[in-house]
C-alpha cells in the first residue's frame, strides 16, 4: 500500500525537471488519496493564507 508521501518523494528527490514531476505527481496522488491522504508534515509548514488560497483555488475548480 503506498501512501501519498511514498509516491512524491522519490520523484522529487530523483533530480532533473522533479518540481514539474513532483507537480504532477502530486495532483494525481492528491486526487487519488485526498486530502486525509496527505503527507501531515507537510501540511504543518503551509503558511496559513497560502492554505486558504489552495482552499479558495480547489473549490473554483471543483465548480468548473
Do not use: H, S
Not at 501512501?3 to 512524491?8: G, V
Not at 501531515?40 to 486558504?52: A, F, P, Q
Amino acid at each position: 500500500n503506498n501512501t501519498f508521501y511514498d509516491i512524491l518523494l522519490p520523484i522529487v528527490n530523483k533530480g532533473g525537471d522533479c518540481d514539474t514531476n513532483g507537480a504532477l505527481a502530486g495532483m494525481l496522488a492528491g486526487a487519488l488519496y485526498g486530502r486525509k491522504g496527505l503527507y501531515k508534515g507537510w501540511l504543518k509548514k503551509i503558511k496559513k493564507e497560502i492554505k486558504r488560497d489552495i482552499e479558495r483555488q480547489t473549490i473554483k475548480l471543483l465548480q468548473i
